[in-house]
T-cell receptor
C-alpha cells in the first residue's frame, strides 16, 4: 500500500508564530490529500481537502486564512498554521485516498503533534 | 455525523479473541465497511474492509450480516499491542470523499 510521511513529527512553538507541516506521498501520486485535526480524547475531524494545482476546500468552521494549504506537486501538500495560538495545539494528520476499491479508502500519515505555548 | 455506532470501550484478555461490534443500519448499497485503528499518538492504521462478503487477512476477520446493517471485527488472538481505538467507518471507497470518524471503541487488552 501507499506510504505517507509527515514532517515534523512534533513541534513546539511560541504563540504568534507560524508552523509548516509537510505531508508526502512517498510512492503514490496524489492529486488529493486530506488534512485532519484531532484534539485530545476526541476523534479525527476533517479540516480541508487539498487539491493539486488548485485551491483547497475547507470544512465549515475552518479558517482558510489561518490554515494555509499548498499542494504544489503530486507528492507534497503543506499545511501552514499562521499566527498559531494555544488553542491550535492539536494532532494534525494527513491522508491520501486510494484509487481502487480493493485498497484501503485512505492511507494515513503518522501525524504531527503541535504544541503552541 | 458518523454513520456508525460502536461501544465506547471493551476489554479483552491477552490471547483471547476480541470481537468488536459495529452498527451501520443506514448503509447504502455501494458503501463499504472499513475498519481502522489508532494507537496512541499515531496515525490511523488500516485493518480490513468489505462490501457484503466476510473478509479475512493477516490482521483480522470481518463478519458482515446478510442485511449489511451491522458487522463484527474479530482479532483472533489479541495481544497487548492491539490496545487501541478501533473505528468502524462506511464509505464508498477510492477517492469518494473523506472518511467520517466516530468515537470508535477503545479496546484494552489485559495480561
Amino acid at each position: 500500500g501507499a506510504v505517507v510521511s509527515q514532517h515534523p513529527s512534533r513541534v513546539i512553538c511560541k504563540s504568534g508564530t507560524s508552523v509548516k507541516i509537510e505531508c508526502r506521498s512517498l510512492d503514490f501520486q496524489a492529486t488529493t490529500m486530506f488534512w485532519y485535526r484531532q484534539f485530545p480524547k476526541q476523534s479525527l475531524m476533517l479540516m480541508a481537502t487539498s487539491n493539486e494545482g488548485s485551491k483547497a476546500t475547507y470544512e465549515q468552521g475552518v479558517e482558510k486564512d489561518k490554515f494555509l494549504i499548498n499542494h504544489a506537486s503530486l507528492t507534497l501538500s503543506t499545511l501552514t498554521v499562521t499566527s498559531a495560538h494555544p488553542e491550535d495545539s492539536s494532532f494534525y494528520i494527513c491522508s491520501t485516498p486510494s484509487l481502487r476499491d480493493t485498497q484501503p479508502a485512505q492511507y494515513f500519515g503518522p501525524g504531527t503533534r503541535l504544541l503552541v505555548l | 455525523d458518523a454513520k456508525t455506532t460502536q461501544p465506547t470501550s471493551m476489554d479483552c484478555a491477552e490471547g483471547r479473541a476480541a470481537n468488536l461490534p459495529c452498527n451501520h443500519s443506514t448503509i447504502s448499497g455501494n458503501e463499504y465497511v472499513y475498519w481502522y485503528r489508532q494507537i496512541h499518538s499515531q496515525g490511523p492504521q488500516y485493518i480490513i474492509h468489505g462490501l457484503k462478503n466476510n473478509e479475512t487477512n493477516e490482521m483480522a476477520s470481518l463478519i458482515i450480516t446478510e442485511d449489511r446493517k451491522s458487522s463484527t471485527l474479530i482479532l483472533p488472538h489479541a495481544t497487548l499491542r492491539d490496545t487501541a481505538v478501533y473505528y468502524c467507518i462506511v464509505n464508498k471507497g477510492g477517492s469518494q470523499g473523506n472518511l467520517i470518524f466516530g468515537k470508535g471503541t477503545k479496546l484494552s487488552v489485559k495480561p
